[in-house]
């Protein structure tokens, strides 16, 4: 049962007041905010001063857990964060020299994410809530991983195009505020890093296949092989992956799926060939869009966050394609070891939401879509 339904309304209200009178005490000095993620299969918690000072990051990773699967297991992934939880919270306290007195609030990523994980996340950083007498903040974990790009710049000229490509999500936003960010297109099938997964299987690398995609494209050509560009019509922002990905496996099985996968009989240069040709395919429609919604939206600023902004060569493409433009676009990158998930984009952005005082209350769910 959920402690918090049979909660005091008027409890809930002090909560609130009480959020409304540590913004007020805030005013001149730093702000230390707790974050907390969970909404995958890393359990994250950070503390971090004034929306950009990393006090501390404690990241707990699943990967040993799904690496088996080839995917992420929902139950498998809700028991590691209940076992985490406590531990990784802890440390991050610790780590950042800081006692409960020192945090001024609590936020955690409530969405998108898979529910059975987000609720350990929701559950820990309400009850600290409660037992602490902080204020609780909702957190978008899209638009934290937005705010990784921001985490090393101080004041950059909005509004920017954001793109967000991460696992479980592929989308462009017009970006005028880290509070603001306006949905311009998102994938209608597979996720970039969904599809970087799915070919790495196909092609009998490891768990995650993001970074031995990256890996074994260095080795290849990423000419030689050329599989379709979905740009879903002139003028869409939209993104689809799923068929590069099947393209990919009908060049390892044959057109009618009846042959064997040759990937066991290839050598390495040809398995190298085919993930450069596959990681270039993405690329290529990433760095077209992002153009497309630059054109569209006249932003002098390019944001790029999520797990697949680790990629040295999208990284690269998005830069060519800010340095082509006169003046040059300005492009901010989340720094590598905050694409993938963590607490600290969930603690960053939070800071803004605790200026604007967008308080959460105990009543706060987690919720798959976002
Ligand atoms: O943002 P993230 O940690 O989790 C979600 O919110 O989904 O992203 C994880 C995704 C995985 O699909 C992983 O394969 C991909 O990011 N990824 C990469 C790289 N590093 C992680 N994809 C391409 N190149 C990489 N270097
Ligand atoms: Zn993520």
Same mark, same amino acid.
């Given at each position: 049962?959920?402690?918090?339904?049979?909660?005091?309304?008027?409890?809930?209200?002090?909560?609130?007041?009480?959020?409304?009178?540590?913004?007020?005490?805030? #005013?001149?000095?730093?702000?230390?905010?707790?974050?907390? &993620?969970?909404?995958?299969?890393?359990?994250?918690?950070?503390?971090?001063?004034?929306?950009?000072?990393?006090?501390?990051?404690?990241?707990?990773?699943?990967?040993?857990?799904?690496?088996?699967?080839?995917?992420?297991?929902?139950?498998?992934? !809700?028991?590691?964060?209940?076992?985490?939880?406590?531990?990784? %919270?802890?440390?991050? %306290?610790?780590?950042?020299?800081?006692?409960?007195?020192?945090?001024?609030?609590?936020?955690?990523?409530?969405?998108?994410?898979?529910?059975?994980?987000?609720?350990?996340?929701?559950?820990?950083?309400?009850?600290? !809530?409660?037992?602490?007498?902080?204020?609780?903040?909702?957190?978008?974990?899209?638009?934290?991983?937005?705010?990784?790009?921001?985490? &090393?710049?101080?004041?950059? &000229?909005?509004?920017?195009?954001?793109?967000?490509?991460?696992?479980?999500?592929? !989308?462009?936003?017009?970006?005028?505020?880290?509070?603001?960010?306006?949905?311009? *297109?998102?994938?209608?099938?597979?996720?970039?890093?969904?599809?970087?997964? #799915?070919?790495?299987?196909?092609?009998?690398?490891?768990?995650?296949?993001?970074?031995?995609?990256?890996?074994?494209?260095?080795?290849?050509?990423?000419?030689?092989?050329?599989?379709?560009?979905?740009?879903?019509?002139?003028?869409? @922002?939209?993104?689809?992956?799923? *068929?590069?990905?099947?393209?990919?496996?009908?060049?390892?099985?044959?057109?009618?799926?009846?042959?064997?996968?040759?990937?066991?009989?290839?050598? =390495?240069?040809?398995?190298?060939?085919?993930?450069?040709?596959?990681?270039?395919?993405?690329? $290529?429609?990433?760095?077209?869009?992002?153009?497309?919604?630059?054109?569209?939206?006249?932003?002098?600023?390019?944001?790029? *966050? *999520?797990?697949?902004?680790?990629?040295? =060569?999208?990284?690269?493409?998005?830069?060519?394609?800010?340095?082509?433009?006169?003046?040059?676009?300005?492009? @901010?990158?989340?720094?590598? =070891?905050?694409?993938?998930? $963590?607490?600290?984009?969930?603690?960053? @952005?939070?800071?803004?939401?605790?200026?604007?005082?967008?308080?959460?209350?105990?009543?706060?769910?987690?919720?798959?879509?976002?």
């Amino acid at each position: 049962m959920d402690v918090f339904a049979s909660l005091n309304p008027s409890r809930l209200t002090g909560l609130v007041c009480l959020a409304n009178i540590r913004l007020m005490q805030s #005013k001149g000095k730093s702000v230390n905010i707790l974050g907390i &993620e969970t909404s995958c299969d890393e359990t994250a918690a950070a503390v971090v001063a004034d929306g950009r000072i990393v006090k501390s990051s404690v990241v707990a990773s699943q990967t040993k857990l799904h690496e088996k699967y080839g995917g992420v297991v929902p139950e498998i992934a !809700s028991r590691a964060h209940i076992e985490k939880i406590y531990p990784v %919270i802890a440390e991050a %306290i610790q780590q950042a020299d800081v006692g409960k007195d020192d945090i001024d609030a609590i936020a955690v990523a409530n969405q998108p994410g898979l529910t059975v994980a987000l609720i350990v996340g929701v559950t820990a950083a309400k009850t600290l !809530s409660f037992v602490w007498d902080k204020p609780l903040i909702a957190i978008n974990h899209l638009h934290a991983h937005l705010q990784s790009a921001l985490l &090393e710049q101080n004041s950059p &000229e909005l509004p920017a195009v954001a793109l967000l490509v991460s696992g479980g999500h592929t !989308s462009l936003y017009n970006y005028h505020s880290p509070l603001q960010p306006i949905l311009l *297109g998102s994938t209608i099938d597979d996720a970039a890093g969904e599809a970087f997964d #799915k070919v790495a299987t196909i092609l009998k690398l490891p768990y995650p296949g993001g970074p031995a995609i990256e890996r074994t494209a260095k080795k290849g050509n990423p000419d030689a092989i050329k599989f379709p560009l979905s740009m879903l019509g002139k003028d869409s @922002l939209d993104f689809s992956f799923s *068929g590069v990905k099947t393209a990919v496996l009908y060049y390892c099985r044959g057109q009618d799926m009846k042959g064997e996968n040759k990937v066991d009989s290839m050598s =390495q240069s040809e398995i190298a060939d085919i993930a450069a040709s596959f990681q270039s395919a993405v690329i $290529n429609v990433l760095v077209k869009k992002t153009k497309r919604a630059i054109e569209r939206t006249g932003a002098e600023t390019v944001l790029l *966050g *999520g797990g697949v902004a680790a990629n040295n =060569q999208l990284r690269t493409a998005l830069q060519q394609l800010c340095d082509s433009y006169k003046p040059a676009k300005k492009l @901010l990158i989340a720094p590598k =070891q905050y694409c993938t998930d $963590n607490a600290v984009m969930v603690a960053s @952005l939070a800071y803004y939401k605790f200026k604007a005082g967008l308080f959460a209350d105990l009543t706060l769910e987690p919720k798959a879509s976002g």
